[in-house]
């Protein structure tokens, strides 16, 4: 059966490496920091000027005054520390955050990203995703496989606003793992239950298998 988004996550927490400052967009990417191996130390950093955020508080230890770049509560840890937004945005910006993990609405075959709006919808604003595609050395993008009405969103070219162009490396939905190389995209993974038939039959970007593809 798919992958549930916590399930998505804990994927997601894969590609994470000792030593990495990450950046984990609003949504499901918020899920990650709870599968972070015990083995592999990571620093997260906020966009709102935070850097060593620590797990999401139980109810009897929220500060409301202390949030993450998506206004949710979280807690600090003894090394965290703060600073403006200004100097978030210039490490984000300098190339000093190793990999970002950001939810999509729709992602191209090339690795365009589209994840910030929809035409006639409100929206909050850009937020930091369009500095973190452009700043970050590594991108993986976690999304449902297609949207609520059963249409595809890994399409052959997105017709939302883009954050950013060929961005993507990693693209892990509730179905497969795509990895972005300089042709094609490259199935290497399969969610439980998933044939090939299903991945083909939801897909619209075209994309090649590896020949190592894992099935769970």
Sequence with gaps: MPWSREEIAQRAAEELQDGFYVNLGIGIPTLVANYIPDNVQVILESENGMLG???FPYPDQVDPDLINAGK????EL????????ADSFAMIRGGHINLAIL???QVAQNGDLANWMIPGKMIKGMGGAMDLVAGVNKVV????HTAKDGSPKFLKSCDLPL???SVTDLLITNLAVFQFEEDKPTLIELAPGVDLDEIREKT???FVVSPDLKSN
């Design 78 to 85: 003894d090394q965290t520390s703060y600073f403006s937004s």
């Design 141 to 144: 993008v976690i999304m449902d």
């Design 72 to 75: 949710q509560t979280i807690s």
């Design 103 to 105: 939810g999509a609405m």
């Design 163 to 165: 954050t950013g162009s």
């Design 53 to 55: 955020m620590g797990p």
């Design 204 to 206: 619209q970007a075209e």
